[in-house]
């Protein structure tokens, strides 16, 4: 679903960035780390507003990709998510978000380990994706790049290679460039001549 109103002019490259644990904070409130489900829940990774800022400067979009399956298993109203994204685009340097509300039963074309966000918002958008890159934090938003056609930049957690509810790591996948946080990994796309 789409949560913004798309510009007449025509961008030509982008970082997306997948929104839980990249861009917000995971809840370590039980076994399982959970993304937040209300405003009150939502803390910003530190350092996110001025390395997003610094990626617009530098002509990218800067375009939120997500999974939001807790709608689907009824965890989370979409309202609530809803409002995350406008306080997300409101707060910080975010173009739009993207997100998927379905889970695994839904067959789904924008889920990841699938493309379809990324590709709903490259041509909504008129992006380059030879020019783009996704910067996620784990296996499936690597794997919805290698799909996409575009480079993904691993925000690497000891979570990273999990299996999820869609199944193990897919055979192959390798990430352009690892990094620890995400201005690590926003300096790598700054720094690179990949994305010019």
Not at 16 to 42: A, N, T
Not at 85 to 100: E, G, I, K, N, Q
Request: net charge negative; with cysteine; glycine share 8%.
């Amino acid at each position: 679903m789409l949560e913004t109103e798309v510009p007449a002019v025509t961008a030509h490259r982008a970082v997306f960035l997948d929104r839980d644990g990249v861009v917000l904070k995971l809840l370590r409130s039980g076994p399982i780390p959970r993304p937040p489900r209300s405003l009150q829940e939502v803390e910003v990774v530190e350092g996110a507003e001025a390395a997003l800022e610094r990626l617009r400067t530098a002509g990218y979009l800067t375009l939120v990709v997500t999974n939001q399956p807790d709608i689907a298993r009824g965890e989370v109203d979409e309202r609530s998510v809803q409002d995350i994204h406008d306080m997300l685009r409101s707060r910080l340097p975010v173009d739009a978000v993207y997100y998927c509300p379905h889970d695994n039963a839904h067959q789904c074309a924008c889920r990841k380990p699938k493309p379809g966000l990324i590709l709903r918002a490259a041509e909504e958008w008129g992006i380059d994706l030879s020019r783009s890159c996704l910067i996620g934090d784990r296996w499936v938003d690597l794997a919805a790049a290698q799909a996409a056609g575009i480079d993904g930049i691993l925000l690497e957690t000891p979570a990273s290679w999990h299996p999820t509810s869609v199944g193990s790591p897919f055979e192959g996948l390798a990430p352009r460039f690892t990094g620890a946080t995400l201005i690590s990994c926003i300096e790598f796309v700054l720094s690179s001549g990949r994305y010019r």
